[in-house]
Nanobody, 115 residues
């Protein structure tokens, strides 16, 4: 069973930064892609960023230029560096791993952007 564990969420002021981490129980290169999604209160879960096995990266338009996804194959971890955070970024952030049509999810980490 694949296990994904997120960490790094918390309360941050507008304009601040946070770095999220996702620890995977398996080799991250076993998956077609890994990434981050978020779900704000009363909203549907949405894509934030993904990185595929070849290193191709995708960002939602709302986070381009502010968020950076990266990975460490030796640690089997994926990261999301978030800068210039806005109140609209407040959400539970979920780590995702996908192989073909099967998706695996972490339990999420809460990010709150507020003064």
């Amino acid at each position: 069973q694949v296990e994904l564990v997120e960490s790094g969420g918390g309360l941050v002021q507008p304009g601040g930064s946070l770095r999220l981490s996702c620890a995977c129980s398996e080799n991250i290169f076993n998956f077609n892609d890994m990434g981050w999604y978020r779900q704000a209160p009363g909203q549907e879960r949405e894509l934030v960023s993904t990185i595929n096995v070849g290193g191709k990266i995708n960002y939602a338009d709302s986070v381009k230029g502010r968020f950076t996804i990266s990975r460490d194959g030796a640690k089997n971890e994926v990261y999301l560096q978030m800068s210039s955070l806005e109140p609209e970024d407040t959400a539970v952030y979920y780590c995702n791993a996908r192989i073909l049509r099967r998706n695996y999810w972490g339990k999420g980490t809460l990010v709150t952007v507020s003064s």
